[in-house]
C-alpha cells in the first residue's frame, strides 16, 4: 500500500538540548513531559557526533531520526522506521537552509530565539499534518517573508490566520495603552 512520506517531528534544539522550536505531527508521544524526554534522548544520543557539514541519520526507538547541527543549533526531522531517509533528509535541508535564509545566514540560539515567529511559520510552511507540502528553501522562506510583510493588507486580503494574528496584535496593542 502506497503512502504520502509523513513526518513525526521536527525538532531545534539548542546545545543543551533545550527547546527552542518544535513541532509534533504524531501522536506517538501524548504529554509533554514524553515529547521532552524524547528531545533530550534523541539530543543525548546525537551530541557526541559531528553532523555540522552534512546531514546524519540515525534510528532510534523506532524512528529514523535525520539531523544537523549548526553552531549552538541542533535541528532534527523524525519520521516512522518505513519512511524513506532521502525524503527526511530533504526536509531537513529545505528547513535548515530556510532558516539561513530567513536569519540572513546568522543561524544562532541568539538570532533563532528573536525570529521564533518566523522560525515556527517556517515548520508550517514545510509540513501541515504530518506531511510535506514543501522543501526549497527558497520558496518556504520568501511565502513565510511575505506573510510577515503583508500585516498592514487590508482585512479583506488577508488569510483567516493573517486576520486573526492581525487583530490579535490591535488587541494587544489597545490593552498595552
Known amino acids: 500500500m502506497e503512502s504520502c512520506p509523513s513526518i ?4 531545534l534544539l ?3 538540548g533545550k527547546r527552542v522550536a518544535v513541532k509534533y ?3 506517538d508521544w501524548p504529554t509533554n513531559s514524553a515529547k521532552e524526554s524524547f528531545e533530550k534522548a534523541v539530543f543525548t544520543k546525537t551530541q557526541k557526533t559531528n553532523a555540522r557539514t552534512e546531514a546524519e541519520i540515525a534510528m ?5 531520526v535525520v539531523y544537523k547541527f549548526v553552531q549552538d543549533l541542533h535541528f532534527f526531522v523524525t519520521g516512522g522506521d518505513n519512511e524513506n531517509e532521502l525524503i527526511l533528509s530533504t526536509v531537513l535541508q529545505g528547513f535548515f537552509d530556510a532558516v539561513g535564509v530567513l536569519l540572513r545566514g546568522n543561524v544562532d540560539k541568539k538570532e533563532a530565539l528573536e525570529n521564533l515567529d518566523l522560525i515556527l ?3 508550517d510552511e514545510i509540513v ?3 506531511i510535506v507540502l514543501e522543501t526549497d528553501s527558497n520558496v518556504i522562506a520568501s511565502k513565510v ?3 510577515s510583510i503583508d500585516a498592514g493588507a487590508p482585512l479583506s486580503e488577508q488569510t483567516i490566520s493573517q486576520a486573526l494574528a492581525t487583530a490579535r496584535e490591535h ?5 498595552l495603552k
Open 128 to 130: 501541515d499534518g504530518g
Open 145 to 147: 517573508a511575505s506573510h
Open 121 to 123: 511559520l517556517c515548520l
Open 8 to 11: 513525526k517531528n521536527i525538532l
Open 60 to 64: 532510534f526507538e523506532n524512528t529514523i
Open 25 to 27: 505531527y504524531s501522536e
Open 14 to 16: 539548542d546545545s543543551e
Open 171 to 175: 488587541l494587544a496593542r489597545s490593552l
